[in-house]
């Protein structure tokens, strides 16, 4: 077994999760032992096929288990987190990437613990395949607390900070 494909779980699903954002219809990977085919039906939901040679191996997972369902990875519901004030609000990410709190590292963080934000206020960045892009407030409030550490990957739905509204 000379030919290993080295497929990276968090990289396929970064590409999934960029895919879920557009309207891409139909893309195609393709090397001489690996053919990875993500298709949209007519309903927009997208459905992914992996064919791999019988030779191939993929460890671990087998790249066949890999995500025969990206679906499944966009509505894994956000963690519950204990002892949260039922009026706050989360601020979750709309897709996967890194969480940053700041521009760059040597600017300050867009917000911090106890600021208050408004509607359309960038309040992070989530960079997505060398994207970067800015998420925005939907509400006005304060912020109560921010879960995720700068530079830490994050999930579609994941939640990024709790807001206080007001």
Do not use: H
């Amino acid at each position: 077994m000379d030919d290993l494909v080295s497929i990276n779980f968090n990289e396929l699903q970064e590409l999934l999760g960029a895919i879920a954002q557009t309207d891409i219809a139909e893309v195609t990977l393709k090397t001489e032992t690996f053919e990875l085919t993500v298709r949209r039906g007519g309903n927009a939901t997208p459905s992914p096929s992996v064919a791999l040679p019988m030779e191939v191996e993929s460890t671990p997972p087998p790249a066949a288990t890999v995500a025969p369902n990206p679906p499944s990875l966009e509505k894994t519901p956000p963690p519950v987190i204990s002892g949260k004030e039922k009026k706050w609000i989360e601020i979750t990410s709309p897709m996967v990437g890194t969480f940053y709190r700041a521009p760059s590292p040597d600017e300050a963080p867009f917000v911090e613990v106890g600021d208050r934000v408004s509607n359309g206020q960038t309040v992070c960045i989530i960079e997505a395949m060398k994207l970067m892009n800015e998420i925005e407030a939907e509400l006005i409030g304060e912020v109560m607390e921010i879960v995720v550490a700068n530079g830490e990957p994050v999930e579609y739905g994941q939640i990024l900070m709790w807001v206080n509204p007001s």
